[in-house]
């Protein structure tokens, strides 16, 4: 503790902020274009214009005629496809959708409408693109210097073959990460951005695209979430599926963590009889697909499902109204009564997630050296200290970064929740019900039906944001935590 | 002494059995509705009055049934599953080896933004996703399905990379020596030593469409049952409107689905225990 904090004065005054460094970095990074571009000779300079000039006056000519269809793609598209949506990135669109009567063809028709949906997307796309072509015209004009240098101090400049060549050697990390980061880039990233900018709009029902527009509203939305006014109680209802989602993100881990852990000793321990038996009874509970088990369950449970008559016929239900435990007599309200469905969703999750956890556990348990066990013994530990100080950390050292991921999973758990409380519970909470939130939501159901039935874009990517900015903090503790705790020594 | 031990023993035993009936009971019920004669669920008694066949039947060869078009919905999800197991595991292969076994200088921040990624609730992006799709006329067709499961598919290269780490640097330094470039590496020396992380790979990737449920109902919204995946066409079974008359025929839908699946994850089991903790040693 006292030598990391030590390390991290001295360490301090070296470093300037991080954001400090990356505009520094990149205004060196120009300064070296622009040096190149004016040292450089005339086909350097050239190349600036026309990118492939340079490769084809050192005989690179196929890929100077390549980086020259790459420019002209880029400089047709930017401005011909995307500039008509990147113009209109300020307003977002100002015509909105009418029908007017066409004398031409007798008909009321569409007039040339603006999306504003549309806008945004072909907009921030069209920026991207924008800064790829500038990243990709300073890199251009940087290694046409570089080439010419290599040329005029005789040293060897790469032919096409090579380069070629090239891309299943020292230059193999491109050709593998070009497509997957293709995919992330179109797929991933380009819409977060377009949902995080919704997040500043005024995207709801009222503003639905093609018949209507929206447009830019800063942080309005932020301010419905944290304070309460009139007409929105999203502020109430926020601080309630937060305070539910983070208590269910960590019982839910733990209690199957070491659900699993335990029945997998249990089962593993040298007194038990017929291990493959047990485990396969376990095993079975997961081969039935999470999403069948979890309908499924939920009929099971339902106020007029089998449990509630067995439980009915066996007296229970009486029993439990007699002390007040449930509101009518009639049945268990073991889905929809918040009392009941929060604690049942958790041992559901525990049905379900328990034997993974179990098998992961017992690859684990197989593996811990058994001299450490038999020493343990030797010196007189009994089995909970071995399980204590030898089990557990081992377990935890194997399995602790992906205890971080799985808190993070069940922060995003949408399928365990969903499948529970879709059409079976429904909030008696008026002022929950306002913000179309109810008790067992999650922060991502709440974002799911908020979309899905309420066409609540706005809301919906704030609240995407706020599960962003959770998980973050929660991952950035975690990692310091087991930096410190670095134990990878201890058992190798 | 003895006597305790004994009593200690079946108390093991029983406290075991007492769990693996909990754990099995809803299984045995799903099955004996399955086979139950009534539509609905039973609410009644937890054995059925009478035993028949005719879900599978109605299951199996459904007609034109509106609601129940099973054999359409697994051949979907097959083909689904199929394509993205390929391009993705190629994916997820093909980035944890740029970044476990190569050095170059956009690694680092490309791992930064990969786990900032990560932390996004997965669906917040699909609503602009389906947006582009609908633009690319891409919405119900299985082709924009296998899309969105495989195109991110890079970023989750985490355990297959903890697993390359693993393999011993010098049979690398070894073949570079003799001559081989990075490809021949990749292909003749890093994939043959990694079959369990290949395996899991592969059949996590082949199994998440088979799970999915939020993705495929927000690309798959025209409501025509011949379109579905498995998972969304058998949650329709049980909405409120359809479920008196689907709820046998969801669970017989249920035992057919879980009999290839199950099969795939014991073989994946295996493995995936191999690939955790061989993955996580170096993290």
């Known amino acids: 503790m006292e030598r990391s904090k030590a390390i991290k004065q001295a360490a301090v005054p070296a470093k300037r902020p991080g954001l400090v460094r990356f505009f520094a970095s990149i205004g060196q990074y120009i300064a070296g274009v622009c040096r190149d571009f004016m040292e450089g000779d005339l086909w350097v300079k050239l190349s600036a214009l026309l990118w492939g000039s340079s490769c084809a006056a050192r005989g690179q000519y196929v890929k100077g005629a390549l980086l020259t269809v790459l420019e002209a793609v880029l400089a047709y598209f930017i401005p011909v496809v995307f500039w008509p949506y990147m113009s209109k990135l300020n307003t977002l669109g100002t015509v909105q959708q009418q029908r ?147 208590i269910w993100a960590v019982l839910a881990t733990f209690t199957c963590y070491f659900g699993g852990i335990l029945l997998a000793m249990f089962i593993n321990n040298k007194k038990t009889r017929g291990k493959k038996f047990w485990r396969t009874c376990f095993m079975v509970a997961i081969a039935v697909p999470q999403f069948v088990s979890l309908l499924l369950v939920r009929n099971f449970f339902a106020d007029a499902g089998i449990v509630n008559t067995l439980c009915k016929n066996a007296g229970l239900t009486d029993w439990l109204y007699s002390i007040g435990a449930i509101p009518t007599a009639n049945y268990i309200p073991f889905l929809t009564h918040p ?30 050296p058994n001299e450490l066990l038999e020493s343990a013994r030797i010196d007189g530990a009994n089995a909970w200290q071995s399980f204590k100080s030898i089990t ?57 039906r908020l979309t899905q039935d309420q066409s609540n874009y706005k809301m919906a990517s704030v609240i995407g944001i706020l599960v962003f900015i959770v998980c973050a903090i929660l991952t950035l503790l975690a990692f310091n935590r087991m930096i410190k705790g670095d134990k990878e020594e201890n058992f190798q | 002494m003895k006597t305790a031990k004994v009593f200690r023993q079946i108390g093991r035993h029983l406290v075991l059995l007492f769990l693996a009936c909990l754990w099995l009971v809803p299984i045995l019920w799903l099955v004996v509705t399955s086979f139950g004669v009534d539509k609905g669920p039973n609410l009644s008694t937890f054995f059925p009055a009478a035993y028949t066949l005719d879900h599978y039947k109605a299951i199996l060869f459904p007609g034109s049934d509106t609601v129940s078009q099973f054999p359409r919905w697994f051949l979907n999800t097959f083909t689904i599953a199929v394509f993205t197991c390929i391009i993705s595991s190629m994916f997820v292969l093909m980035v944890a080896y740029a970044m476990s076994c190569m050095r170059f200088k956009a690694r680092k921040p490309l791992m930064n933004i990969a786990i900032i990624m990560n932390l996004f609730p997965g669906f917040l992006s699909m609503i602009a996703v389906y947006f582009i799709m609908k633009n690319l006329n891409l919405t119900n067709s ?57 395996v899991y790979t592969v059949i996590n990737s082949f199994l998440a469409p088979w799970m999915d449920f939020i993705f495929a109902s927000i690309m798959l919204n025209s409501g025509v049952s011949a379109q579905k995946t498995v998972a969304l066409g058998l949650f329709a079974m049980v909405d409120k409107v359809n479920r008196n008359n689907y709820f046998a025929q969801f669970c017989a839908g249920g035992v057919i689905v879980s009999i290839p699946i199950s099969v795939l994850f014991i073989i994946m089991q295996k493995f995936y225990v191999e690939g955790i903790t061989g993955g996580s040693v170096k993290g």
Not at chain 2, 161 to 190: C, H, M, P, Q
């Open chain 2, 142 to 198: 299985m082709t924009g399905m296998v899309i969105v499961y495989s195109a991110g598919a890079g970023l989750g290269y985490l355990i297959a990379k903890g697993f390359f780490d693993t393999i011993s640097k010098s049979l690398r330094e070894a073949a570079y020596l003799e001559g081989a470039n990075e490809f021949t590496v990749f292909w003749k020396i890093i994939i043959p030593l990694s079959k369990p992380i290949i």
């Open chain 1, 339 to 368: 009392a009941w469905a929060r604690p049942m969703i958790i041992l559901i999750n525990i049905w379900v997630g328990v034997p993974y956890q179990m098998l992961i556990a017992t690859g684990i348990l197989m593996n811990i």
């Open chain 1, 392 to 448: 557990m950390p081992y377990i935890l050292f194997i399995t602790g970064p992906s205890l971080v991921n799985s808190i993070v999973g069940n922060i995003n758990n949408f399928n365990v929740i969903y499948l529970l409380s879709k059409d079976v519970y429904t909030t008696s909470d008026q002022l929950m019900a306002n913000a179309n939130a109810n008790e067992v939501d999650l922060l991502v159901t709440w974002l799911y």
């Open chain 1, 100 to 246: 007017v009567y066409n004398p031409d063809t007798r008909q009321n028709e569409f007039n040339d409408y603006d999306n504003s949906f549309l806008i945004m997307l072909f907009g921030v796309i069209g920026c991207v693109l924008l800064l790829i072509a500038v990243v990709l015209w300073l890199r251009n004009i940087r290694a046409a210097r570089a080439v010419e240098v290599r040329a005029k101090e005789g040293k060897h400049v790469n032919s096409f073959r090579e380069d070629l060549t090239d891309c299943f050697g020292v230059k193999f990390h491109r050709t593998l990460l070009t497509l997957p980061v293709l995919g992330v880039a179109c797929f991933t990233i380009i819409p977060l951005i377009v949902m995080i900018l919704i997040a500043f709009t005024n995207y709801d029902r009222n503003h639905l695209v093609p018949a209507k527009l929206f447009t830019w509203v800063g942080m309005g939305n932020f301010e419905l979430l944290f304070n309460m006014t009139a007409d929105s109680t999203f502020a109430y209802a926020f601080g309630r599926v937060l305070a539910w989602t983070m």
